[in-house]
């Protein structure tokens, strides 16, 4: 069990506080053990025991209202004219408790009377007990600052991490539709081509949005799971293009339980099928391949079309931008995104992540 966890259990901070007093009066014991032997007076080392102790545990005891109002009296803005107003005759009433109650305890050590025992600490202890009260306080202070510290430094990594996953979510919302509105496009086209095609589209995509709305709420899935997505998504395409399309997977077995970001792989296919393939009469061929090297994740997507323009920088669509986007939000600097001509013909993807197969939020 983590120790913030123990530390928070109510008889362990009883526990430390008795020791953390109990260990005060054993070093003052032994300074006074030896004061009084080399000024050669006969103290044992049970009499300034018993000595020194009664005097923290007096403190120890009277501690616990002390606490009680450092937390409830603090000395922050707006609050320290009221604060003062507070602990100054506190402090006073401090030092007069400790007077009687240490004299009690004197009475029962030595068999003094009251007054005897009395008499001696209002001369010496005085300012001494005023001391210690404002160490008190300022020692509560300072716990309760730090305290107060790691609670907002606790939300605001909280407030962080919900706005990040607000964001990726905002993202994945901007790219469903995107997807959707394609597809539903495709689905006009035939319905006045080929019924029985139009329908079947119908059925897969509906068995792909079932799908993706399963895992809206992930942000990373499996390499497994992300191919099966994409799956359904090409045989709406197929449905489409027919023998026009043709798909090929080279994935490296020891990748398939490695996890990537949901919906990854549709943006960057469905990209190279509307600018590689749509575009151009010729047959079009898309593949996908997927490597593991040194601790990274490649995941490359080619097609045969045009490649990039070369009259200016690539336009990047709702789907490339979007994908960068939720790239950036997720790994940072630590992932590689980058676009270019594939060798012979075509616009090559390549995505490069850190390996791991446990998803981090868990």
């Not at 007069?96 to 009475?107: D, F, N, T």
């Not at 789907?319 to 012979?344: I, K, M, Q, V, W």
Request: aromatic fraction near 10%; hydrophobic fraction near 45%.
């Amino acid at each position: 069990m983590p120790i913030k966890y123990v530390l928070k259990r109510r008889w362990i901070q009883w526990l430390l506080g008795f020791g953390f007093w109990t260990l005060i009066g054993l070093s003052f014991a032994f300074q006074f053990y030896i004061s009084s032997a080399k000024a050669g007076l006969e103290v044992t080392w049970k009499q300034a025991v018993s000595y020194a102790l009664g005097d923290w545990y007096v403190f120890a005891v009277l501690s616990i209202p002390v606490i009680w109002l450092a937390r409830r009296f603090d000395f922050e803005a707006g609050n320290r004219r009221r604060s003062l107003a507070v602990h100054v005759p506190a402090s006073l009433s401090f030092s007069l408790a400790y007077m009687v109650l240490r004299a009690l305890v004197g009475r029962w050590q030595s068999e003094a009377s009251f007054t005897e025992a009395f008499q001696p600490l209002l001369v010496k202890t005085w300012h001494f007990n005023l001391l210690i009260y404002w160490v008190i306080v300022a020692v509560s202070f300072a716990f309760n600052y730090y305290r107060k510290y790691r609670e907002r430094e606790l939300r605001a990594v909280e407030l962080e991490k919900q706005l990040a996953q607000a964001r990726l979510q905002a993202l994945q919302m901007q790219l469903n539709p995107h997807f959707l509105f394609n597809t539903l496009h495709s689905v006009s086209s035939l319905m006045h081509q080929d019924t029985e095609a139009a329908d079947r589209m119908i059925v897969r995509l509906s068995d792909l949005l079932r799908a993706a709305l399963e895992s809206s709420d992930t942000q990373e899935v499996t390499l497994r799971q992300e191919l099966g997505l994409l799956e359904r998504y090409l045989e709406i395409e197929q449905i489409r293009f027919g023998s026009r399309l043709t798909v090929k997977l080279d994935i490296a077995p020891d990748t398939l339980d490695a996890r990537v970001p949901n919906l990854i792989l549709q943006p960057l296919v469905e990209n190279a099928i509307r600018h590689g393939i749509e575009p151009h009469a010729k047959p079009g061929r898309i593949g996908l391949r997927a490597l593991r090297a040194a601790g990274r994740l490649t995941l490359e997507v080619c097609d045969n079309g045009g490649g990039l323009r070369k009259d200016g920088p690539a336009k990047e669509g709702v789907g490339l931008s979007n994908t960068r986007a939720r790239l950036r939000s997720l790994y940072g600097e630590a992932h590689d995104f980058e676009l270019c001509d594939a060798p012979g013909s075509g616009l090559l993807v390549r995505l490069t992540l850190p390996y791991q197969t446990q998803n981090p939020a868990s």
